[in-house]
């Protein structure tokens, strides 16, 4: 029942910045993992960090030192801030919510990193 919506995706010139939200509805987020995932053309899904009930946050190598995954709890949210962005950054972007053993997924939200 519970839903993803993502928003904040856009074109951007290398070294800017874009924040991506995932809001849920339906229920409450704020006791389980949240992942976003990237998939770039001809390549397959990439997860790129993670962030626990608790706060705990894990990165992908490729995006360690630049890219910020955070929660609102209050506002149902989780947000990822992207910063330095490079054109290999370049992808689809989705959220992922796993309860039990049901997944969620956002629709994605597209991230062009281009000058």
């Known amino acids: 029942q519970v839903q993803l919506v993502e928003s904040g995706g856009g074109l951007v010139q290398p070294g800017g910045s874009l924040r991506l939200s995932c809001t849920a509805s339906g229920r409450a987020i704020s006791s389980y993992t949240v992942g976003w995932y990237r998939q770039a053309p001809g390549k397959g899904r990439e997860l790129v960090a993670t962030?626990?009930?608790?706060?705990?946050?894990n990165y992908a190598d490729s995006v360690k030192g630049r890219f910020t995954i955070s929660r609102d709890n209050a506002k149902n949210t989780v947000y990822l801030q992207m910063n330095s962005l490079k054109p290999e950054d370049t992808a689809v972007y989705y959220c992922h919510l796993r309860i039990a053993t049901i997944d969620r997924w956002g629709q994605g939200t597209q991230v062009t990193v281009s000058s």
């Open positions: 962030v626990t009930g608790g706060g705990t946050t």
